[in-house]
């Protein structure tokens, strides 16, 4: 008996038949992506203006003409002024106040005279227009940084610790004035002088203009 030969369609129609019985992998589905949330720029936040400096003040008055030394004068707080007279020349130095007014023929000096170690600084009280004798101040000469030295017919004093002397040619003395009475209407003038001809021979004063101390 030959052998069963099994038509050729029938292989193909199996061959068929077990493809498509056979399930197919399936990829897995993602989620939906959704899209970044969008926010609106930050608004940068503003930046405040700066402010000046507290106490900060520039010269309350330059007194000077040709001719005659710098004057300058700055307010210290509410009652008090900083004076600043130069002059590279001069051997001798003078600030003076005087009253106005009721006070009017008062008037107090500080004078500082070039020494032969240092400095000599005096002041002098004048009431009713009659001068008193210089009085030295050695305290102010150390530059006593616990004191001040008052006049005696003004309501005005200066503060120790705030003078510089004229020191290597500068011809720069500064000190600070302080009011003990604010009621009382003031000025202040300043001067300088050389040596005439010998020295420590004083030759004539060149004074400032007046500057009308207010508060």
């Known amino acids: 008996m ?32 959704s899209p970044a949330p969008t926010h609106p720029a930050a608004t940068p936040a503003a930046t405040p203006a700066a402010k000046p400096a507290a106490n900060a003040s ?9 001719g005659t030394p710098d004057l300058s004068v700055e307010p210290v707080g509410a009652a008090a002024i900083r004076v600043t007279l130069v002059n590279q020349s001069a051997k001798a130095w003078r600030v003076s106040v005087a009253g106005a007014g009721a006070q009017a023929g008062g008037v107090w000096t500080l004078d500082v005279e070039t020494g032969d170690v240092g400095p000599v600084i005096t002041t002098t009280a004048t009431a009713a227009g009659i001068a008193g004798d210089p009085v030295e101040q050695p305290g102010l ?18 503060v120790a610790k705030s ?7 500068n011809g720069t003395l500064v000190l600070e004035l302080v009011r003990t009475d604010t009621s009382v209407a003031l000025e202040v003038t300043a001067a300088t002088a050389g040596w005439a001809s010998d020295p420590f021979v004083l030759g004539p004063w060149t004074t400032t203009e007046a500057f009308p101390w207010e508060i």
């Open 2 to 33: 030959s052998p069963r030969v099994t038509p050729l369609f029938a292989v193909l129609a199996f061959a068929l038949a077990a493809c498509t019985g056979a399930t197919a992998p399936t990829t897995p589905s993602r989620p939906p992506v």
């Open 58 to 66: 520039a010269d309350a008055g330059n007194v000077s003409a040709p």
């Open 141 to 158: 000469e150390a530059g006593d940084p616990a004191g001040r030295v008052c006049s005696s017919t003004l309501p005005v004093c200066v």
């Open 163 to 169: 003078v510089v002397l004229p020191d290597g040619g």
